[in-house]
């Protein structure tokens, strides 16, 4: 059944794609929960559309896997020797296996702006050395934690963010549930014996 996109992700598309238009590299930043797949599954739509070529990139297999279903995307897994990249197609794959696939590599490089990569969780840096292979093309992160000191490699791969929602707002929208807080009680250490600075049992 075919998910109706909800209207602050309608909006999260239409201003990645004026983003993307304008700095060629942007991220699109989204809560947990927003629902990031199914507004990467609408860009993956809208640019085929047009013609483009879209690489959709994982580095988790479960994430993987999905992203084939949701997107409805040639997969580019490890059976996958060589594929005839086509326009107007998607394409899912691990970033581990592409890297070792010089032929497809080629022929996405030969597509120069006609090739849009997709990189779910972005912020972590393993998509890098495939983006160096394929400077020309347009780019978008998905990611729900852009900021952090382990995330320096993206202001140098991506030039624009795009800021989705914010949970607090999802919330109160009636898109997400509200959340307690629940404080683990501390062990009681008082009655241990400490020796040589460690507890005996």
Do not use: F
């Not at 914010?166 to 009680?185: E, S």
């Amino acid at each position: 059944m075919k998910k109706t996109p909800r209207p602050y992700q309608v909006d999260c598309v239409d201003r990645t794609a004026k983003s993307l238009a304008k700095h060629q590299a942007t991220i699109l930043h989204a809560p947990t929960g927003a629902g990031k797949s199914l507004m990467c599954e609408m860009i993956v739509t809208r640019s085929t559309s047009k013609g483009k070529v879209v690489l959709v990139l994982s580095d988790a297999i479960k994430i993987y896997k999905q992203l084939v279903k949701e997107c409805q995307g040639h997969e580019i897994d490890s059976k996958v020797k060589n594929i005839g990249i086509q326009k107007g197609e998607c394409y899912v794959g691990m970033i581990q296996t592409i890297l070792k696939r010089p032929m497809i590599i080629q022929q996405l490089e030969d597509l120069g702006k006609e090739l849009i990569i997709m990189v779910d969780e972005c912020h972590i840096s393993t998509s890098t050395k495939l983006i160096d292979l394929l400077p020309d093309a347009y780019r978008i992160g998905l990611t729900a934690t852009p900021y952090g000191i382990l995330h320096k490699h993206l202001p140098e791969y991506y030039n624009d963010l795009v800021e989705g929602p914010q949970v607090d707002w999802l919330i109160q929208n009636g898109y997400l549930t509200n959340y307690r807080h629940k404080a683990r009680t501390p062990a009681d250490t008082s009655l241990l014996q400490l020796r040589n600075g460690e507890y005996t049992e």
